[in-house]
């Protein structure tokens, strides 16, 4: 059983139309990211999202934004895509409670979804 | 925001060599993460620091919290094959939202 599971692994588009990414966590914890990561590899936060508070990184394009319909998921809804959003994007989970010996702060990451827009 | 710089870059090694990589920071941190992502995977914890000074050890690898918590380092024993992938820290301050800042990531490859 897959903890922090996303779909689609791949995603190939042309500019301007409209995609999500969907993501969920079977791990009971109540803290869920995306995180993009560019060509360089380079890995960027995006948001962080709890049932109490979103946090957005305030560099990401408002045609972003997360959706979460319950603890368990949290999906990427992308608006008028362009190039420059072609990179890998990954979900994440954490428990933010309990002090370190509970593991907390520590994030467990999905596979990835490649996007492509062309 | 805060800044990781990770080096080095990329290391192309021997099998069985010893490997060292390091992260520094322009902030305090109170926790320091190493991950370890392969070709089309996500990032996979190695190891979690979240005391300055700490050591920890995981199988051939160990991690080190530096005292001043700007900084930790990452060694690998006897390099293997399957050491090859990108190795990441990441920082963290353990405020709201607890996102991680993650450094530019070391490229490892292994010679057999």
């Known amino acids: 059983d897959t903890a922090v599971s996303q779909t689609p692994k791949y995603l190939v588009t042309q500019m301007g139309n409209d995609k999500s990414i969907k993501c969920e966590q079977n791990l009971g914890h109540d803290t869920m990211y995306w995180y993009k990561q560019d060509s360089k590899k380079f890995l960027k936060i995006m948001f962080s999202y709890n049932n109490k508070e979103l946090i957005i990184n305030e560099t990401v394009p408002n045609r972003f934004s997360p959706k979460s319909p319950d603890k368990a998921h949290l999906n990427l809804h992308i608006n008028s895509l362009e190039l420059g959003d072609s990179a890998v994007y990954f979900c994440a989970s954490s428990v933010t409670s309990g002090g370190p010996i509970s593991g907390a702060n520590v994030l467990t990451f999905g596979a990835g979804s490649r996007l492509t827009v062309l | 925001g805060q800044q990781l710089n990770q080096s080095p870059q990329s290391m192309f090694i021997q099998e069985g060599e010893d490997v060292s990589m390091n992260c520094t920071s322009s902030?305090?941190?109170?926790?320091w993460l190493w991950y370890k992502q392969d070709p089309g995977e996500g990032p996979v914890l190695l190891i979690a620091l979240y005391k300055a000074g700490e050591l920890t050890s995981n199988g051939r690898l160990t991690a080190q919290f530096g005292i001043t918590r700007k900084d930790s380092f990452l060694n690998i024993s006897a390099s293997i094959p399957s050491d090859v992938g990108i190795y990441f820290c990441a920082g963290q301050l353990g405020n709201a939202g607890n996102m991680l800042t993650f450094g530019g990531g070391t490229r490892l490859m292994v010679k057999p």
């Open positions: 902030s305090i941190f109170n926790t």
